[in-house]
T-cell receptor, first 113, second 116 residues
């Protein structure tokens, strides 16, 4: 059974800092990995999707990497801003056209002005 | 930009009552999902749906739950007799087949269900 872990559960950084959020998963037979952002009481916004054959994906100040063999992904946020404060969730899918997402519990990020 | 919509945003119900949560997936998507998130816990998969059939369901999705695509746009989750432990945020998601999408799932804003 796939398990996704995100440590630490919370992180507080000063504005402007570059930071790395970690995600690990137990079964390396994934199809893709998605990073989501969740604001308090809100839905999930897809930030980046990395296919299992890719090593990294970039969108603006965000860069996500994937090391499938070791079961790890990182989300790098450059020059963090207070508006980046949210919970960041990592989720993986298995093989299959409409395979389910298995989520980590998320990392709650607070960027201090 | 196309998005998944859900109604209502908040539903309060008495234990034992039936509720129907509604979703309108992105129009050209063919795969549909329901997930839930109990306060402070992980987002959990409930069910996936394709071609008017359930593709996969979790242990949570017991006989009290059902899904339906009653027309060409709506996708519904029904809970027949709600329990206190059904209180959660329920998310609908959809994705598109094809080699370019890689099953990227797009989520709605959620329905917060409170069972009293």
């Amino acid at each position: 059974k796939q398990e996704v872990t995100q440590i630490p559960a919370a992180l507080s950084v000063p504005e402007g800092e570059n930071l790395v959020l970690n995600c690990s998963f137990t079964d390396s037979a994934i199809y893709n990995l998605q990073w989501f952002r969740q604001d308090p009481g809100k839905g999930l916004t897809s930030l980046l999707l990395i296919q299992s054959s890719q090593r990294e994906q970039t969108s603006g100040r965000l860069n996500a990497s994937l090391d499938k063999s070791s079961g790890r992904s990182t989300l790098y946020i450059a020059a963090s801003q207070p508006g980046d404060s949210a919970t960041y969730l990592c989720a993986v899918t298995g093989a299959g056209a409409n395979s389910k997402l298995t989520f980590g519990k998320g990392i709650t990020l607070s960027v201090r002005p | 930009e196309p998005e998944v919509t859900q109604t209502p945003s908040h539903q309060v119900t008495q234990m034992g009552q039936e509720v129907i949560l509604r979703c309108v997936p992105i129009s050209n998507h063919l795969y549909f999902y329901w997930y839930r998130q109990i306060l402070g816990q992980k987002v959990e998969f409930l069910v996936s749906f394709y071609n008017n059939e359930i593709s996969e369901k979790s242990e949570i999705f017991d006989d009290q739950f059902s899904v339906e695509r009653p027309d060409g746009s709506n996708f519904t989750l029904k809970i027949r007799s709600t329990k206190l432990e059904d209180s959660a945020m329920y998310f609908c998601a959809s994705s598109s087949p094809g080699t370019r999408s890689y099953n990227e799932q797009f989520f709605g804003p959620g329905t917060r269900l409170t069972v009293l």
